[in-house]
């Protein structure tokens, strides 16, 4: 059985935002909500650094031991998700969760704040799968279809990884014995040029 | 007669404080919701071969 892992390399991640996109429109996100965020450390300096964050779908998911409801289940391929019936967006999960993950659309004004939504690794939620109830309230469901998270089959430089965390840190050990621990970005070297 | 009835008073009283000693702990990360249909897709062997298929298509290096 697999287990369901992302992996982002920060050698290769240009910023792109590519994954944002791809993930807002294929799970048509409620406005006001990026399930998956592009961090850079240390911007615009030399040696900058950028990563796609997401759920990480953890093994022992600190959001699912802290929901006072119990919304949260984790598939037989790792992937944490939830069930949007029961949750009564207390917030919780958001604080417990070390990578930001749960999100929450404005509801009403004054800050009102509804269900959470969060990264589903494409795998939509306790509903029919491919219904029209799943794709509105959890997004679209590629795992069902035989396929993987959109963001990473649709990054450029292929930073971004979704799959079997075997097969993915396989990848990842080849690029870096590669590599040596040089950058791996096309055109580094010229936009930051070794300093003398 | 007054003991007694006092006695009886006080022991009525805290008859009255009895309570079921099976408390419900709450159990953390116990699944409360409906079942997802896509769990008995996943323990399918070609469903795993798919997305293994997947993966080697479109995210190994050039």
Not at chain 1, 56 to 63: I, L
Not at chain 1, 157 to 186: C, N, W
Not at chain 2, 42 to 47: D, F, K, L, N, W
Request: glycine share 10%; net charge positive.
């Amino acid at each position: 059985m697999a287990r369901m892992k992302f992996l982002c390399d920060t050698e290769r991640c240009i910023e792109c935002n590519g994954c944002v996109t791809a993930c807002n429109n294929e799970n048509n996100v409620p406005w006001g909500i990026n399930r998956r965020h592009v961090v850079t450390l240390g911007d615009g300096r030399r040696g900058e650094k950028s990563v796609s964050v997401a759920c990480m779908h953890c093994t022992d998911a600190p959001c699912a031991a802290v929901c006072p409801v119990d919304c949260f289940y984790t598939t037989e391929d790792g992937i944490v998700l939830h069930d949007k019936d029961l949750c009564i967006g207390c917030g919780y999960c958001f604080y417990a969760c070390p990578f930001g993950a749960p999100q929450y659309p404005q509801q009403e004004a004054f800050g009102v704040r509804g269900k959470m939504d969060k990264c589903t690794f494409c795998a939509g939620g306790p509903l029919p799968d491919n219904s029209k109830e799943e794709f509105l309230k959890y997004g679209r469901n590629r795992i069902a279809e035989g396929k993987l998270p959109l963001c990473a089959e649709m990054c450029a430089t292929k930073a971004l990884l979704a799959g079997d965390g075997t097969v993915v840190s396989e990848i990842y050990r080849k690029r870096v014995m590669k590599r040596g621990g040089r950058p791996d970005a096309l055109g580094w070297q010229t936009a930051y040029p070794a300093e003398k | 007669m007054r003991k007694t009835f006092f006695g009886a008073l006080c022991l009525l009283i805290l008859a009255g404080c009895y309570g079921p000693v099976d408390i419900a702990y709450h159990e953390p990360a116990r699944y409360m919701g409906s079942m997802d249909p896509l769990l008995a897709k996943e323990r399918s062997p070609e469903q795993q071969e798919l997305l293994l298929q997947r993966f080697n298509k479109g995210q190994t290096d050039r």
